[in-house]
């Protein structure tokens, strides 16, 4: 098999895997109760507190689920990264 032939196959299954992989990324559902207790989580072990404290709701924009535990305000966007807001923000 030609040298051409081999590297331009090896770079195409390349891309359809990297390509695959990042479009499947983006289809998996976000999981409410999954999100709410992984935050609270977090919340717990740097604040304190109870994992009571802490409600959840879904929005759309670059944010889709927003955490609220007692003063702190965490949103979680389409990839799971969750950032603190500050209280102006909310």
């Known amino acids: 098999m030609p040298r ?14 990297v390509a695959g992989f990042w479009l499947g990324q983006r289809q998996v559902a ?5 999100i709410i207790n992984a935050v609270a ?13 802490c409600i959840g709701w879904q929005e ?3 944010a889709i ?3 609220r ?4 305000s965490y949103h979680v ?7 603190v ?3 102006n923000d909310i």
Request: glycine fraction near 14%.
């Open 4 to 17: 051409s032939v081999l590297i331009t196959t090896s770079v195409l299954v390349l891309l359809a895997g």
């Open 30 to 34: 976000p999981d409410a109760t999954g």
């Open 41 to 53: 989580a977090r919340y717990i072990a740097e604040h304190g507190g109870l994992a009571a404290d």
């Open 60 to 62: 759309a924009g670059a």
């Open 65 to 67: 689920f927003h955490v």
């Open 69 to 72: 535990c007692g003063d702190m």
């Open 77 to 83: 966007d389409h990839f799971g990264i969750v950032s």
């Open 85 to 87: 807001a500050s209280e």
